[in-house]
T-cell receptor, first 116, second 114 residues
Framework: GESVGLHLPTLSVQEGDNSIINCAYS??????FIWYKQESGKGPQFIID?????DKRQGQRVTVLLNKTVKHLSLQIAATQPGDSAVYFC???????????????FGGGTRLMVKP | DSGVTQTPKHLITATGQRVTLRCSPR?????VYWYQQSLDQGLQFLIQ???????AKGNILERFSAQQFPDLHSELNLSSLELGDSALYFC?????????????FGPGTRLTVL
C-alpha cells in the first residue's frame, strides 16, 4: 500500500471538489515548510513550499497557507482529480536559521482518496 | 522521475547481516540525504552529506553509517541488522546545502530483515 502501510488519517473527496489537508508543525523556529506527495511505491514528490515570511503561496491547482500563530499549515487542492490520490506530508526545516545543514522533519501524513 | 536513482529496489536479508544501499543524486546536485520510512516512525531524517562531507545528522543509529564519494554518489551501510530495521530507505538530493533547497527524492529501497 501507500507509504509503508501507516495507519494514517484519511480524507475522502469527490472528484472535482476541493481538498484541504492540514498539518500542525512543532518547531516555532522553523522558517521553511514544504508539502510532499507520495504515491504508492514511489518516493515523496515535491509539491509546493513556503517561507515563514509569507502566509500564502499558490501553485498550479494548489495553495499553501501558513499560520505561524498557531503553527498550522494547510494544503488546498482545487478541482481534485483521481491522480491526486496519494499520501501527503508536510515537512519543516528546523535548521534553516542555524545554517547547519538541511534536514527535513516530516509530519505523519494524510491519505487523500478521490472518488470518481 | 526525480532524477535520483537508488539501488537495489528491494533487499531481503537476515538479522545480524550487513547491507549497502546506493544512491546517485541528480546531475549537478552536491547534497545527498538519507531518510528512513518505517511503520511506527514515519519519515525520519538520518544524515546529510554535502560535497563529500557530513553536514547534518539525525537520529541515525551507530550501526548505520554513510559516505559520499568523489563522484557524489552515496552509500548507506546498515550493519548488525535487526527486525526493526525493516523499512523503506530514501535518498534525496539538492543542489547545495541551503535550507530552502528543494530536496528531490529517489524511489527508495525496501529493506526486509527476516
Amino acid at each position: 500500500g501507500e507509504s509503508v502501510g501507516l495507519h494514517l488519517p484519511t480524507l475522502s473527496v469527490q472528484e472535482g471538489d476541493n481538498s484541504i489537508i492540514n498539518c500542525a508543525y512543532s518547531n516555532s523556529a522553523s522558517d521553511y515548510f514544504i508539502w510532499y506527495k507520495q504515491e504508492s511505491g514511489k518516493g515523496p514528490q515535491f509539491i509546493i513550499d513556503i517561507r515563514s515570511n509569507m502566509d500564502k503561496r499558490q501553485g498550479q491547482r494548489v495553495t499553501v497557507l501558513l499560520n505561524k500563530t498557531v503553527k498550522h499549515l494547510s494544503l488546498q487542492i482545487a478541482a481534485t482529480q483521481p491522480g491526486d490520490s496519494a499520501v501527503y506530508f508536510c515537512a519543516e526545516n528546523p535548521l534553516l536559521r542555524n545554517n547547519a545543514g538541511n534536514m527535513l522533519t516530516f509530519g505523519g501524513g494524510t491519505r487523500l482518496m478521490v472518488k470518481p | 522521475d526525480s532524477g535520483v536513482t537508488q539501488t537495489p529496489k528491494h533487499l531481503i536479508t537476515a538479522t545480524g547481516q550487513r547491507v549497502t544501499l546506493r544512491c546517485s543524486p541528480r546531475s549537478g546536485d552536491l547534497s545527498v540525504y538519507w531518510y528512513q520510512q518505517s511503520l511506527d516512525q514515519g519519515l525520519q531524517f538520518l544524515i546529510q552529506y554535502y560535497n563529500g562531507e557530513e553536514r547534518a545528522k539525525g537520529n541515525i543509529l551507530e550501526r548505520f553509517s554513510a559516505q559520499q564519494f568523489p563522484d557524489l554518489h552515496s552509500e548507506l551501510n546498515l550493519s548488525s541488522l535487526e527486525l526493526g530495521d525493516s523499512a523503506l530507505y530514501f535518498c534525496a538530493s539538492s543542489k547545495r546545502s541551503v535550507g530552502t533547497d528543494t530536496q528531490y527524492f529517489g524511489p527508495g529501497t525496501r529493506l526486509t530483515v527476516l
